[in-house]
């Protein structure tokens, strides 16, 4: 035993110092899932652990659940962070050259152990107390010991190296440190927007009171962060490529003792230009009644087929605009009933199966010579009846100065507003109208 002992002082009398390290690192490393076990200078540990600055060391021991990852296996380390700056190095450097009796150091994939069983001056363990002069700027308030695995052990980079972390609270003023009380938890919602190549996106976290940034990531980039983040706030991507995209956001708290960090569920959206618009077009029929009373009632379609044409993306709806006529020649006699000129139009169809409603084709009727226009018909994207229902064109009366014929002029704006998510394609409707 005593041969270990001296075979381990040398080790550790050779040991290297960390060295080369910012004190203002900001604390944007990547942390790892896993927990550190951590037993105290005075021997304190689990959920009584605390400490004194005046302790000989920091700490006893300390044990990884995880090893280190693959690219991060050529040094460990212990540093000490507080509000995200690096405050100090508290552990020697351990390679894989340590002494195998200073424990092991998690850099052969394995779970690390490094405790003083064997070497009571292990300062792989730590090195320092507390209040060491290299960690003079720790203040009261929460802190966090990382154990470190890096990617070298003659460039230490505590911005992407890998670590674990714990968070502990320090008394300045008492010169003691313990474990902070539970964080409160968090939750992010997320919400995804597309104009043209625009994405907007916007994170609530909550409960009220949260502060911390906001990291927004498509899969695994980092596509915006917004910093002091508080309750909702949001972001727009510019430039964004045409397609499919999806979201998530992360609360980063800046006070890890008060909040828990959270990540949203994704939020999807898909960013580029409507479809090209659809022609719309219609194979129309009519059908007129036979007269009554002297003389002849009599309807010549004068233009009842109307291509509509192509769509147009306005104010929420797809519109479309086309105008039929129709020509009634009325030569009865005197006091005859009044005449009725009607239309109905039936769902537009297109290859494939697909059907448009003419529920949300509507017109405006107008009239000259003899006689009145009918209602007219307000289109709508609410499907609320349009022209699948008989609409009534146009009324008019025989002339009174028998047998003199009376002519009725009957045009008709057809209006199309359908909604967004209409499928394209070529349809085609039947404009039915009646005479009686």
Avoid: C
Wanted: net charge neutral; proline share 4%.
């Amino acid at each position: 035993m005593k041969l270990m002992k001296k075979a381990a002082s040398v080790a550790l009398a050779s040991a290297l110092v960390v060295v080369g390290l910012s004190a203002a690192q900001p604390a944007l490393a990547d942390q790892i899932p896993g927990t550190l076990t951590l037993v105290s200078g005075n021997g304190s540990s689990g959920a009584s652990l605390n400490g004194s600055n005046t302790d000989t060391y920091f700490l006893n021991s300390v044990a990884t659940s995880v090893g280190a990852p693959v690219g991060f296996r050529a040094a460990s380390t212990s540093q000490i962070f507080q509000g995200g700056v690096l405050v100090g190095n508290i552990s020697n450097l351990r390679t894989t050259s340590m002494a195998v009796t200073a424990g092991t150091n998690g850099l052969d994939g394995n779970p690390a152990l490094m405790d003083r069983s064997v070497i009571a001056t292990n300062n792989f363990v730590s090195n320092k107390k507390l209040d060491n002069a290299a960690l003079s700027t720790l203040v009261s308030g929460p802190f966090e010991y990382r154990y470190y695995f890096h990617a070298s052990s003659t460039s230490l980079d505590l911005v992407n190296d890998k670590y674990l972390s714990i968070t502990l609270n320090y008394n300045a003023t008492a010169g003691t440190w313990s474990l902070p009380v539970s964080a409160t938890a968090t939750a992010t919602s997320l919400t995804a927007s597309a104009s043209g190549t625009n994405v907007t996106l916007a994170a609530t976290v909550t409960p009220s009171g949260t502060a911390g940034n906001v990291v927004f990531r498509e899969g695994a980039t980092t596509v915006a962060t917004v910093v002091n983040a508080a309750g909702t706030v949001s972001t727009t991507l510019t430039g964004v490529s045409n397609g499919p995209h999806t979201y998530t956001a992360q609360f980063v708290p800046t006070n890890a003792t008060l909040f828990t960090g959270s990540t949203s569920g994704t939020a999807s959206v898909t960013v580029g230009s409507q479809p090209a618009p659809a022609t719309v077009t219609g194979d129309i029929t009519v059908q007129v009644a036979n007269g009554v009373g002297g003389g002849a009632l009599v309807l010549t379609a004068s233009s009842l087929t109307a291509n509509l044409g192509s769509v147009v993306n306005s104010g929420g709806t797809l519109n479309a605009s086309g105008t039929v006529t129709a020509v009634v020649d009325d030569s009865r006699q005197a006091g005859a009933a009044a005449f009725s000129l009607t239309g109905q139009v039936s769902d537009f169809t297109a290859p494939g199966g697909l059907v448009l409603s003419s529920s949300y084709l509507g017109w405006t009727p107008t009239v000259t010579g003899v006689g009145t226009g009918g209602a007219v018909v307000t289109s709508s994207s609410s499907a609320t009846g349009g022209l699948k229902v008989a609409r009534v064109w146009a009324t008019g009366t025989p002339s009174a100065a028998d047998p003199q014929p009376t002519t009725t002029n009957a045009s008709a704006l057809l209006q199309l507003r359908a909604p967004l998510n209409t499928a394209p394609g070529n349809y085609s409707a039947l404009l039915t109208v009646t005479l009686t």
